[in-house]
T-cell receptor
Framework: EAGVTQSPTHLIKTRGQQATLRCSPI?????VYWYQQALGLGLQFLLW???????NRGNFPPRFSGRQFPNYSSELNVNALELEDSALYLC??????????FGPGTRLTVL | QKEVEQDPGPLSVPEGAIVSLNCTYS??????FMWYRQYSRKGPELLMY??SSGNKEDGRFTAQVDKSSKYISLFIRDSQPSDSATYLC???????????WGAGTKLIIKP
């Protein structure tokens, strides 16, 4: 069974640009979670989507947004990029909001 | 006070030692407890999942939950250099609730 996949693996942007990150959950999983992990720090919860709806949002500004598509894949958009947005962005999926299975992450670098 | 407290370490032990990793929490509603392992620059990997109190064993790994003390532990027997990673605890009140994460403990196993 294929795991959670994320694309791209690496993304380099400049300040003020927009970044789009993508996630495909494990087949049959309806929930997708997005986390930000800055270098050497813990996981910071960003967004939770379930059945196409946003269920919860972490303490991040509105320029972090996303959506979940009918096939349960998801997209995270970060507008007006700032230097401190440089981090590993992790996507996880779940069939219930207990066990979460993670993808390899997208490393975003903002120059 | 954070809902979940975890010593960030690093914890350095010699190969073959028994490792004890711990988290404390404040929310008595938590019923589901998980341990994840994260290698550098990779996504977290689910190691152990426990419901309510008690012990669960899987190979060299044992997860222990003491709800009366609000304390969970992960024991690693016969530790190997390949066990060197960051170990994160996570917990939830139920399937419709978000996972709450510890900050992660960095473990170093010296050959």
């Amino acid at each position: 069974e294929a795991g959670v996949t994320q694309s791209p693996t690496h993304l380099i942007k400049t300040r003020g640009q927009q970044a789009t990150l993508r996630c495909s959950p494990i087949s049959g999983h309806t929930s997708v979670y997005w986390y930000q992990q800055a270098l050497g720090l813990g996981l910071q919860f960003l967004l939770w989507y379930d059945e196409g709806e946003e269920r919860n949002r972490g303490n991040f500004p509105p320029r972090f947004s996303g959506r979940q598509f009918p096939n349960y894949s998801s997209e995270l958009n970060v507008n007006a990029l700032e230097l401190e947005d440089s981090a590993l962005y992790l996507c996880a999926s779940s069939i219930q909001a207990v066990e979460q299975f993670f993808g390899p992450g997208t490393r975003l670098t903002v120059l | 006070q954070k809902e979940v407290e975890q010593d960030p370490g690093p914890l350095s032990v010699p190969e073959g030692a028994i490792v004890s990793l711990n988290c404390t929490y404040s929310n008595s509603a938590f019923q589901y407890f998980m341990w994840y392992r994260q290698y550098s620059r990779k996504g977290p990997e689910l190691l152990m999942y426990t419901y309510s109190s008690g012990n669960k064993e899987d190979g060299r790994f044992t997860a222990q939950v003491d709800k009366s003390s609000k304390y969970i532990s992960l024991f690693i027997r016969d530790s190997q250099p390949s066990d060197s990673a960051t170990y994160l605890c996570a917990m939830s009140a139920g399937s419709n609730y978000q996972l709450i994460w510890g900050a992660g403990t960095k473990l170093i196993i010296k050959p």
